[in-house]
């Protein structure tokens, strides 16, 4: 159990340190652990809205690194 949300957090944190690369966005390692979070519930829902889902660690790494990406680029419009 406790692993399993050690795992998480890495990965969540991996897509959000990826994204704040791929978007020129720089920010500490908490910010890319909760981008890389919130950003694998947003990416799911934007992602399957046009007919896309993620499995898999790799899959779900991916879906949060879009997600991240959405909401670095929302960040940045405000």
């Keep these: 159990m406790i692993i ?3 795992i998480n957090l890495f990965f969540g944190g991996l897509a959000g340190w990826i994204a ?3 978007m020129n966005s720089e920010g500490s390692v908490f910010r890319n ?3 890389g979070l919130v ?3 947003v990416g799911s829902i934007v992602l399957g809205i046009i007919g896309i889902h993620g ?3 790799i899959g779900g790494t991916i ?3 879009v997600g991240a990406c959405i909401l670095i680029w ?3 419009r405000f």
Aim: aromatic share 4%; no cysteine; charged share 15%.
């Design 20 to 22: 704040g690369k791929l």
């Design 39 to 41: 950003g694998g519930v």
């Design 4 to 6: 399993s949300w050690i």
């Design 55 to 57: 499995s898999g660690r």
């Design 63 to 65: 879906v949060s690194i």
């Design 74 to 76: 929302i960040s940045k």
């Design 33 to 35: 652990i909760i981008l």
